[in-house]
T-cell receptor
Framework: NAGVTQTPKFRVLKTGQSMTLLCAQD?????MYWYRQDPGMGLRLIHY???????AKGEVPDGYNVSRLKKQNFLLGLESAAPSQTSVYFC???????????FGPGTRLTVL | AQSVTQLGSHVSVSEGALVLLRCNYS??????LFWYVQYPNQGLQLLLK??????LVKGINGFEAEFKKSETSFHLTKPSAHMSDAAEYFC????????????FGTGTSLTVIP
């Protein structure tokens, strides 16, 4: 089991560029989440999904879009990157309502 | 609505000393509570969780936490700190029956002094 994997690990973008972050899990989990982590602010939820084909907004969804076309994958898109989106992005998954989250290793994104 | 407050963004202890990291929660229903640890440049790992069974929960690496409903607290402790415990620690809360979202505290950075 690879658990939760994230691609890429690092990325540098210029303002206005677009990119997609991929999260994959091989644990057959229903729920998947995207967070951003910034110094002193803990983890803030961007979007989440409670099952294949579903998505919902979290605390800080503006500037991001997501898709969950396959149960094992959860994609996070930035259509027009801004310096304020410089952050470390974490994906997480969990089997169901009564379970903990399992986290990926993170993607460090810098927007110049 | 749920929320978590972690008192002390930075805690320093001497090697061998007691570790105490504080977490207070706000929840309208009995919550599930979690402690996660994050080592530098890594993702979060589960230390322990409270899911309404025993109020004293034992986790990995010698950590434990006690759920105190009257104090709305879930403090993390370890009797004797080790250098390898230096990391960022996050407390999180979720409503067990309706909660799709985890609510994380802002984290406590633990430094262990040799």
């Amino acid at each position: 089991n690879a658990g939760v994997t994230q691609t890429p690990k690092f990325r540098v973008l210029k303002t206005g560029q677009s990119m997609t972050l991929l999260c994959a899990q091989d644990m057959n989990h229903e729920y998947m989440y995207w967070y951003r982590q910034d110094p002193g602010m803990g983890l803030r939820l961007i979007h989440y999904s409670v099952g294949e084909g579903t998505t919902a907004k979290g605390e800080v969804p503006d500037g991001y879009n997501v898709s969950r076309l396959k149960k094992q994958n959860f994609l996070l898109g930035l259509e027009s990157a801004a310096p304020s989106q410089t952050s470390v992005y974490f994906c997480a998954s969990r089997p169901g309502l009564h379970n903990e989250q399992f986290f990926g290793p993170g993607t460090r994104l810098t927007v110049l | 609505a749920q929320s978590v407050t972690q008192l002390g963004s930075h805690v320093s202890v001497s090697e061998g000393a007691l570790v105490l990291l504080r977490c207070n929660y706000s929840s309208s229903v009995p919550p599930y509570l979690f402690w996660y640890v994050q080592y530098p440049n890594q993702g979060l790992q589960l230390l322990l969780k409270y899911t309404s069974a025993a109020t004293l929960v034992k986790g990995i690496n010698g950590f434990e936490a006690e759920f105190k409903k009257s104090e709305t607290s879930f403090h993390l402790t370890k009797p004797s700190a080790h250098m390898s415990d230096a990391a960022e620690y996050f407390c999180a809360v979720i409503s067990p029956n309706t909660g799709n979202q985890f609510y994380f505290g802002t984290g406590t950075s633990l430094t262990v002094i040799p």
